[in-house]
């Protein structure tokens, strides 16, 4: 059974720094395209980051650029997200999916692909 677990949330001052975990499980993440996405209190579900299968490539969304950079460890059958530079509006519950590699890094997060979700881990940024 697919199983995605999400870990490293938590609360960190404006300015600081969080890395985020995806451990999967039941499968093969390296065949898979992996995504971040994000979901503030009243707010829709945004993709944020996400890698594709098939080449590697990435897409960041705008609001994310620059600071956030999103990884994998084939070894560790794990993705990370490192953000940097984190502001209180990156407060939101953080989300990884995997899907079967059937479009691309952009569209994934675009139009929110994924056929497994985590649970979600909560990131605030607050002083």
């Known amino acids: 059974q697919l199983q995605l677990v999400e870990s490293g949330g938590g609360l960190v001052q404006p300015g600081g720094s969080l890395r985020l975990s995806c451990a999967g499980s039941g499968f093969t993440l390296d065949y898979y395209d992996i995504g971040w996405f994000r979901q503030a209190p009243g707010k829709e579900r945004e993709g944020v980051s996400c890698i594709s299968s098939s080449d590697g490539s990435t897409y960041y969304a705008e609001s994310v650029k620059g600071r956030f950079t999103i990884s994998k460890d084939n070894a560790k059958n794990t993705v990370y997200l490192q953000m940097n530079s984190l502001k209180p509006e990156d407060t939101a519950v953080y989300y990884c999916?995997?899907?079967?590699?059937?479009?691309?890094?952009?569209?994934?997060?675009?139009?929110?692909?994924?056929?497994?979700w985590g649970q979600g881990t909560q990131v605030t940024v607050s002083t």
């Open positions: 999916a995997a899907d079967p590699g059937r479009s691309t890094a952009q569209a994934m997060c675009v139009m929110l692909l994924g056929s497994s």
